[in-house]
Each structure stands twice: as C-alpha cells, then as structure tokens.
C-alpha cells in the first residue's frame, strides 16, 4: 500500500469511527445501520467492511479511542521499573476514575453495555471473538509484571500473580464505574486507587 492511499484509508477510518461515535451514542448500537454511518462519514458502507469487517468491530473501534487514557497512562509507568506494583494500580484506578467520570467515559460505559448485550445474544458467534475487556487486562497484567509490590518490599510479582492481579482490579474498577453510573455518587479518583491497591496483598499469594 503506498503512503498515499495508507493515508487515504487512515483518514477514512478515523472519520468512520467520528461517525459512529457520535451515532452509537446518541441511537444505540442495535438503532443504527451501516449505511447511516457510512453516509455521516460521507463515505461507502463497503468502506466499514474493508477497514473495520463488520459492523461490531466498528463499534469496537470507538470504544478503544474512548479508552485511549488508560492506555497512555499505563505506557507512562511502563518504561520505569522502579515504579512499583502498587503505584501502578493506583495510576490506572485514577485514570480509570477520571475516563469514566467524563462525559465521554460516561458515553464509553453505555457503549460497552451495547458490546455485552451482544455477547450474551451471541449474534453470529461473536462471544469466542469479543477480547476488548481481555486484552486491557493481559496489558496491565505486562506491566505489573516482575515489579516489587512495594519500596520495602522485595518480592516481584510472577505472571500468573500479576494476570490474577490485573483481572482482579479491571473487575474491581468496571464494577466501581457500573455503580457510579447508577448511583451517581461523589467517589474521587483516590478512593478508587485504595481500593484497587488493596487487592494487591491476595494478589502474591502463590
């Protein structure tokens, strides 16, 4: 592909996932076709399939870019190893906080209650396929691995501790973003990082 048209197909697919966005959101995912997409982004519906496959994987697409913070936050911590285990939950819990809290975070949720809703349907065996949850913890999981627990404290974390570590807190915070959604309580982006830090303890047990 020359630069030329990987440009093209970039602009295209960053104007496809604007288009969703704003559709997804404001219709649901169920009320919105392929071509209305398309249409906003003033482009073919042949163009979803060619960059995206399907119609899910759009929506996928829009959730990634909603949840881009966590990912920076998490690539800020990962060059530093002395940055220990614990300081790197409380970094993604109040990350996690301040997505969720936001307007977009708060649009974020409804749009993964759409993705859930497809998965307990299984609409064309999309269960085996929907990794988006897994894949931020296998991410967090890589971080927290083989980093000490804490400054006074020589133990490092093994794989299977920082996996049962990363599953346990992104189950934590999804729960943690659920109940503010429904409750609409005043939490802080410290309260969720002492929380998500208190796992760590269980977390090393072999």
Not at 72 to 100: K, P
Not at 102 to 122: C, I, K, P
Request: charged share 30%.
């Amino acid at each position: 592909m020359t630069g030329r048209r990987a440009e093209a197909r970039r602009r295209n697919r960053e104007a496809l996932i604007t288009a969703a966005e704003r559709l997804f959101t404001a219709h649901g995912y169920r009320d919105v076709g392929v071509h209305a997409v398309a249409q906003a982004a003033d482009l073919t519906s042949g163009a979803i399939y060619s960059i995206f496959g399907s119609k899910l994987d759009l929506l996928l697409a829009v959730l990634d870019r909603r949840l881009d913070g966590l990912d920076a936050a998490l690539a800020e911590v990962d060059g530093d190893r002395t940055t220990t285990a614990t300081a790197v939950v409380a970094t993604y819990a109040e990350e996690f906080h301040r997505v969720v809290t936001s307007r977009d975070g708060r649009s974020a949720l409804r749009l993964e209650v759409d993705v859930l809703a497809v998965v307990l349907r299984d609409e064309d065996g999309t269960a085996d396929r929907l990794r988006l949850a897994v894949r931020r913890e296998e991410r967090l999981a890589s971080v927290l691995t083989g980093r000490t627990v804490a400054t006074d404290d020589d133990h490092r974390l093994t794989g299977d501790q920082a996996s049962r570590l990363a599953s346990a807190v992104c189950a934590l915070l999804r729960g943690l973003a659920q109940q503010q959604a429904l409750t609409g309580g005043a939490t802080t982006p410290d309260r969720w990082a002492d929380l998500a830090a208190a796992l760590i303890t269980p977390a090393r047990r072999p």
